[in-house]
């Protein structure tokens, strides 16, 4: 079952209607809480990332038989060191985005820490491509 | 483990509580931070969320991490957009004119405990 959303960068007060869609049907299937939660948090971390830094995205989750698997795109800067932002405490997010409670430099590292499989691939000047996979 | 529900731990502060979602529920722990980043990095069942950040994202962030009850201190005013999402999934607000510093120290003091030692 394959489901996608669009994402609009720089739209706070949506941000997060994505992944909160994804959670609800996830609800309906047999999934421990404790999977539901590392994968919302994930997607949720995802989202504020294109909302945050991405001119737009958008979300696409493939549920299967024992995972789910995630490919968030975006059309935006892009990412210039992957390395240096899978590190904790690095960010680039502007002063609006750490007033919204973010830009603290968690979101990647947090998304990793709650996925199976993560892989982040991106062109500056072009967009960002995340894919995640995580077992039920 | 202490475990209170909402009009119990509300007894400590109190606040004024907007809307009250699972009256059931018991809560054993605390989180204070105005950093949502931060709240998404712990295991937040049973916990009640104490901030001084009042956006729609803090909504959102209770959402994902499975929050049922948020604090907001220093007085600030929850819009209708954030009770609008509160009641859709089913969280209880709670507003108080304390300090963060003052609302989790009367928690801490009536039983919850912090969310890892």
Request: glycine fraction near 8%; hydrophobic fraction near 40%; include cysteine.
């Amino acid at each position: 079952m394959k489901f996608c959303y669009e994402i609009t960068g720089g739209d706070f007060s949506a941000g997060g209607s994505a992944s909160s869609q994804v959670k609800k049907t996830l609800k309906q299937f047999n999934i421990a809480p404790q999977v539901l939660r590392r994968i919302a948090v994930a997607l949720y971390e995802a989202e504020m990332n294109v909302v945050a830094h991405a001119w737009r995205g958008s979300m696409c989750v493939n549920i299967n038989v024992d995972h789910l698997s995630v490919v968030v795109e975006d059309e935006g800067p892009g990412i210039e060191d992957i390395e240096r932002a899978m590190e904790e405490g690095f960010s680039t997010a502007t002063e609006e985005v750490r007033q919204m409670g973010f830009g603290a430099g968690m979101g990647l590292p947090n998304i990793r820490k709650n996925s199976d499989e993560m892989e982040l691939t991106s062109t500056p000047g072009i967009g960002t491509r995340l894919t995640l996979t995580i077992r039920f | 483990m202490k475990q209170m529900n909402v009009q119990q731990l509300n007894q400590l502060i109190p606040g004024t509580i907007l809307l009250e979602g699972h009256a059931s529920t018991l809560y054993t722990k605390a989180f204070a931070s105005d950093l949502m980043s931060d709240v998404l990095r712990f295991q937040m069942e049973q916990t009640v969320l104490v901030t001084g950040l009042c956006t729609i994202q803090v909504l959102r962030t209770a959402e994902m991490s499975n929050i049922t009850c948020i604090i907001f201190a220093r007085g600030k005013r929850v819009s209708p957009d954030m009770l609008a999402l509160a009641e859709e999934h089913h969280i209880t607000l709670i507003e108080s004119a304390l300090t963060l510093f003052e609302i989790s120290g009367r928690l801490y003091q009536g039983g919850l405990e912090p969310v890892y030692r």
